[in-house]
């Protein structure tokens, strides 16, 4: 990811909106993938139901995500499916790394 706008919005460490001719869509970022790491830094995921751990990892995502260098590499998880091929290729890949 370069300079500007990344292009996504984040539930958590959830993609939830790809702005549209975006960095991140240009990248193929899509909602539903997780957020997994942050240049090279891995995004803790928490307990479900603490809202405690919860806000923290969220507060951690943001500082993260706006001290991070320009370029920058996020990793994206990409979520499994029900459809043939794209299970398959989650499956093999398992990741989505952005630049």
Excluded at 25 to 31: C, F, Q
Excluded at 75 to 89: H, L
Aim: proline residues 5%; negative net charge.
């Amino acid at each position: 990811f370069g300079d500007g706008p990344l292009g996504f919005t984040l539930e958590g460490n959830i993609v939830v909106d790809v702005e549209d001719d975006g960095q991140a869509e240009k990248l193929g970022v899509e909602i539903g993938d997780r957020l997994a790491e942050i240049a090279g830094y891995v995004v803790p995921t928490c307990k479900t139901g603490d809202v405690a751990e919860e806000e923290e990892i969220n507060r951690k995502i943001r500082k993260w995500l706006k001290e991070m260098p320009r370029p920058s590499r996020l990793t994206f998880k990409i979520p499994k499916t029900s459809s043939s091929a794209a299970a398959a290729f989650a499956e093999e890949e398992g990741a989505n790394t952005a630049e």
